[in-house]
């Protein structure tokens, strides 16, 4: 059995693995922890957010696909009826957040709900850089 401070241990080596993992490596910049609320049963849309962090040069988010959803828009911002972007813009920076009220990535036609605690595979692809997979965290953020 082990103590409480030696769980305590083992527990931040789980967290400080587990943060790791949400960073993904593309040409000109670093895609940091892609996440997404859970939903509830009969939901068929979920937002996902995320970073892009030292972004060094100019590149565009042109699409992303899942197999948790029928298709995946690029959204502007909060207004849901909007129409879905072509591309987003990226462009040189320390930190471009992709979070409620900005650009950010809608799922639609969810075909199960997303589960809290759970992680689901999505490719993120941009003209320059190219195919990112991702996993997707839900209700980690």
Excluded: C, N
Excluded at 62 to 80: F, H, I, N, P, Q
Excluded at 101 to 125: A, K, N
């Amino acid at each position: 059995m082990y103590s409480p401070t030696r769980r305590f241990i083992l527990a931040l080596a789980v967290l400080a693995g587990h943060a790791q993992a949400h960073e993904y490596y593309a040409e000109g910049f670093t895609f940091i922890h892609p996440w997404a609320e859970a939903t509830a049963p009969g939901a068929t849309d979920a937002p996902v957010y995320f970073k892009l962090d030292k972004v060094r040069r100019d590149d565009r988010l042109v699409s992303a696909t899942t197999r948790m959803a029928e298709r995946v828009e690029l959204r502007g911002g909060a207004d849901a009826k909007a129409p879905a972007l072509d591309v987003i813009e990226i462009v040189p920076a320390e930190r471009m957040l992709f979070e409620p009220g900005h650009p950010h990535l809608l799922l639609r036609g969810l075909v199960t709900p997303l589960q809290w605690g759970r992680s689901y595979d999505m490719r993120v692809v941009f003209e320059k850089a190219g195919a990112v997979d991702v996993q997707i965290s839900i209700g980690a953020h």
